[in-house]
C-alpha cells in the first residue's frame, strides 16, 4: 500500500491516542476500518486521501453491505471515516469531508429474545435460602410482574409500592412517571423481604432493594444475581434483566393480543418501540393484566379472580 494512504492514518491513530486520549481499543478499531477502507481504495488505483469523493464512500458502503456487513458495523466505519477527513482538513491534506452527509442503512429490528412460561415459573418457584435470595426473588418476581427495566427496579423507594393498591409507583426514561400493576405472587415476595429488609437497611436508607450493607443496590449487582440465580436454578439460557423485561411484553402480547395496554405498562413514548414484540388491538389494560399474566391471577372462579384483578387496576 502507498504511504500517501497509510501514513495519514498511521498519524491520525497518533493523533487519537495523544491528543484525544482514546483507549488503545478504540484506536485499534478505528486502525483496522480505515485500513480496510485504505486496502480498497489502493485495489481501485486510488492513493490519494484528497481524492476520494462522497461518490466513492457510497461505493465503499455498498461494498460493506454485500460484505454482509448490519446497519450498526456500516455506521462504525462511517463514523471513524468522518473523523479522519476532519483530520486530514485540519491538517490541510483534504479539501472537503465526503463522508459528512452519508447515512449507513438501517438494520432490521429484531425481536428480543425471551424465555419461555414454564421456565421463568420454575426458575421463579424454586426455594429461597437465606435473606439474599429471599430479596433476589422479590426483585425477579418483580421485574417479570411489572416488565420493570433495570433502572427501574434499582430506583424504587419503599414509598413506591403500594400493596394493598395491588401498584408500583416507577420512573423511567425522561424522568416520565407511570403506574403499573403488581401480580399476586410479586406482592407475596414482596412482603416476604420486607420484614428482612428492615434487618439490614439504616432507617435513613429509602431504597426498597439494599445490600447486605444496608445501601441500594447497584445495577451490577443485581445482573450479577440474576446470572447467579439462573446458573443455581438450571436456567439453560443465561439469564439478564432485560431478558425478563422482553418475556413479561412477549408473554402478555401472546395472552392478550392488546399492544397499547402493554405499550402503556412499558413505559414506551412511541407504540412503534412497542411492536418489535407484535401489531395488536387495543383493550382496557388492567382487566388484561389480570387475565392475562401467568403469575397475576388466582386459579378458581371468574369472581375471584376480577376480585384480584380490582387490586390490580
Not at 484525544?20 to 485504505?38: E, I
Request: proline share 4%.
Amino acid at each position: 500500500m502507498p504511504d500517501s494512504l497509510l501514513a495519514p492514518v498511521t498519524n491520525f491513530i497518533g493523533h487519537l491516542a495523544s491528543e484525544k486520549r482514546h483507549s488503545p481499543r478504540t484506536c485499534d478499531n478505528y486502525q483496522r476500518d480505515l485500513l480496510r477502507l485504505a486496502h480498497w481504495l489502493n485495489a481501485g488505483q486510488q492513493h490519494q486521501w484528497r481524492d476520494v469523493s462522497t461518490h466513492d464512500v457510497r461505493r465503499y458502503v455498498a461494498t460493506l453491505s454485500r460484505d454482509g456487513l448490519g446497519g450498526r458495523s456500516i455506521a462504525r466505519h462511517l463514523s471513524a471515516i468522518r473523523r479522519l477527513f476532519q483530520y486530514l482538513l485540519r491538517e490541510r491534506l483534504a479539501t472537503d469531508n465526503p463522508a459528512l452527509d452519508i447515512r449507513a442503512p438501517k438494520s432490521p429490528r429484531r425481536l428480543p429474545k425471551v424465555a419461555d412460561v414454564d421456565q421463568l415459573n420454575h426458575l421463579l418457584d424454586a426455594d429461597a435460602d437465606d435473606p439474599l435470595e429471599i430479596r433476589d426473588l422479590c426483585m425477579f418476581e418483580l421485574m417479570y410482574s411489572s416488565g420493570l427495566r433495570l433502572a427501574e427496579l434499582v430506583g424504587l423507594n419503599l414509598t413506591s409500592v403500594d400493596l394493598s393498591g395491588g401498584e408500583v409507583r416507577v420512573l423511567g426514561k425522561g424522568d416520565k412517571e407511570r403506574i403499573v400493576p403488581v401480580g399476586r405472587k410479586a406482592r407475596a415476595a414482596i412482603e416476604t423481604w420486607l420484614p428482612l429488609r428492615a434487618g439490614l437497611a439504616a432507617e435513613s436508607e429509602p431504597a426498597l432493594f439494599v445490600s447486605q450493607r444496608g445501601h441500594r443496590l447497584s445495577h451490577r449487582s443485581v445482573q450479577a444475581r440474576l446470572n447467579r440465580w439462573g446458573l443455581a436454578k438450571g436456567a439453560d439460557q443465561k439469564l439478564h434483566p432485560h431478558l425478563l423485561r422482553h418475556s413479561f411484553a412477549s408473554h402478555m402480547l401472546e395472552s392478550s393480543g392488546d399492544l397499547r395496554a402493554v405499550q402503556e405498562l412499558l413505559g414506551h413514548a412511541d407504540i412503534a418501540t412497542t411492536q418489535v414484540y407484535t401489531h395488536l388491538d387495543f383493550q382496557h389494560l388492567a382487566r388484561v393484566y389480570d387475565r392475562s399474566h401467568p403469575r397475576a391471577h388466582r386459579r378458581g372462579s371468574a369472581g375471584e379472580r376480577r376480585e384480584d384483578g380490582q387490586a390490580d387496576d
